[in-house]
């Protein structure tokens, strides 16, 4: 007997609609490998109603005071608080992560995200008026952009969303907002929560592919898309903006290196960096996915982060032991054990390296050691949960092997002194540099990345500024 599948509707303008057409695609939970609801395939049609729908409303929301924006942010966090329950469930379809940590590591940070770019909102600051030119007096005004479209990824899609909205709709923006085609459930419930309070047409989801994405960031009307995804969609996207110079938000992939050297205390280090690599699966452009491990002590940190690796567990959403779900699709478990099989003969797999069942897309905690720093698993983005271990000799080598790939989004380093700590700070180009930690994110500081990790930030009065404009206002004083 079939199971009939859920069906998953746009929302536009205020209410849910199917695609124009009717087209429709299978949504999948990874956890069991089986379609559960149906999305709408979006079309030109649907992108066309959604824009229209936000412009209208952009007018009106703009001009609200701050003080007003501010109070419809709050009431969304304290829905999101009370609706906690149904978001954590859509998510755990839409992901399979464990129910457990997605009420623990994901609720409580989007809710305090999103009260923070509501305070920020009240908080606007710019260079004061002032008399520059004899006779006359400027004045800076920081304004809204317009309407934003936004595309979300699929390892994070509740918090992501989060991210896009929370900063454009504080700034006076609308949006219309795009989930992954393999993670729309949680997004489609946000709307139907967002919708609730906020005017119609001040936020939007439409669903789809990259087709779909594509259409919604050469549509004439945003004045800014950002997307968080891989390096070749963002590339992609800024492609198309440039067509008519669309300002872009880009948040891409990363490939972080944790940097641990001979004084660092090894059983803390293992401990907290394994957490950091196989926490969601490494699915998170965050991850320590990369360790470069100073000589005297690399025998014996490969030893305990194998023997950590070997004890971590993957399993299904209701297992409380467990401390990641499967890999999202059948095409990143293809991805991930790809790069496993395709390993040169001088690395070894010190554990895992293998999947896990035959149901879903769960893959083991695997630790990869012996290689060289232009090996196929070094140079690229994995995201799976695949942590590689290099052997380096000096600072200058471990800096030198730190920044040699495409990616700066975010790194760590390990180590007693202080001093060293310091230099290496400076030297890692990465947006971010944990010391003696990997991975903690707060509301009040940026996350973003350089080169090939994209530009623009994230969180943060930085994140909330990229949503605002500059106009330069000057008055004569004769007149």
């Known amino acids: 007997m079939s199971t009939e599948l859920r069906r998953l509707r746009n929302y536009i303008d205020g209410e849910f609609r199917d695609a124009a ?33 936000a412009a209208a409303a952009f007018p009106a929301w703009r001009d609200e005071t701050p003080a007003k924006r ?8 304290t829905a999101f608080e009370e609706r906690a329950e149904e978001l954590i469930a859509a998510e755990v379809e839409n992901t399979g992560k464990p129910i457990g ?47 934003c479209a936004q595309v979300a990824p699929w390892n994070y899609p509740m918090m992501m969303a989060v991210w896009k909205f929370a900063p454009a709709l504080a700034a006076g923006n ?30 939007n989801v439409v669903c789809g592919d990259r087709d779909t994405g594509r259409a919604m960031v050469e549509h004439h009307t945003p004045a800014m898309a950002s997307i968080t995804g891989s390096v070749r969609a963002g590339m992609s996207v800024a492609e198309s903006a ?30 907290d960096i394994s957490v950091a690599g196989f926490f969601n699966a490494g699915q998170d452009c965050t991850a320590a996915t990369r360790v470069l491990v100073q000589e005297g002590i690399h025998d014996e940190f490969v030893a305990a982060l194998a023997k950590a690796a070997a004890e971590t567990k993957t399993g299904q959403p209701d297992d409380e032991d467990v401390l990641y779900g499967p890999l999202n699709n059948a095409n990143q478990l293809k991805q991930v054990t790809g790069f496993i099989e395709r390993l040169p003969a001088h690395a070894k797999v010190e554990s895992g390296g293998h999947r896990v069942g035959e149901v879903g897309y769960f893959y083991a905690p695997t630790v990869v050691s012996g290689l060289k720093q232009d090996d196929e698993i070094i140079q690229n983005e994995v995201f799976g949960p695949v942590i590689t271990v290099q052997s380096f000799t000096d600072e200058a080598q471990a800096i030198e092997w730190a920044n040699g790939v495409d990616y700066a989004l975010a790194s760590s380093v390990w180590t007693k002194d202080h001093a060293r700590a310091m230099r290496l700070s400076k030297a890692l180009d990465f947006g971010c540099v944990w010391i003696n930690t990997h991975i903690p994110l707060v509301a009040e500081m940026p996350h973003g990345g350089f080169k090939k990790s994209g530009y623009g930030k994230d969180l943060s009065g930085y994140g909330f500024e990229d949503y605002t404009r500059i106009k330069h206002v000057m008055t004569s004083l004769d007149a």
Do not use: C, W
Not at 21 to 44: C, H, I, K, M, W
Not at 177 to 195: M, N, Q, R, Y
């Open 21 to 53: 057409d009717g087209r429709t695609t299978e949504v999948v939970n990874p956890a069991t490998g089986e379609a559960y609801a149906t999305a709408p395939l979006s079309g030109a049609a649907d992108v066309d109603a959604a824009m229209a729908a």
């Open 70 to 77: 501010q109070k419809f942010l709050l009431d969304i966090a």
């Open 101 to 147: 940590l997605t009420r623990s590591e994901e609720i409580p940070p989007m809710v305090d995200q999103i009260r923070f770019f509501a305070g920020a909102a009240r908080m606007l600051e710019g260079r004061s008026a002032g008399e520059y030119m004899e006779g006359m007096t400027s004045m800076i005004r920081r304004e809204p952009i317009g309407v």
């Open 174 to 203: 609308t949006v219309v907002l795009k989930p992954s085609d393999t993670t729309p459930a949680s997004t489609v419930l946000i709307a139907e929560i967002i919708g609730s309070i906020v005017p119609k047409g001040v936020f």
């Open 242 to 271: 440039a067509k008519d110079l669309k300002r872009v938000h880009l948040e891409l992939g990363g490939k972080a290196p944790v940097v641990v050297f001979e004084d660092t205390d090894i059983a803390k280090a293992v401990e």
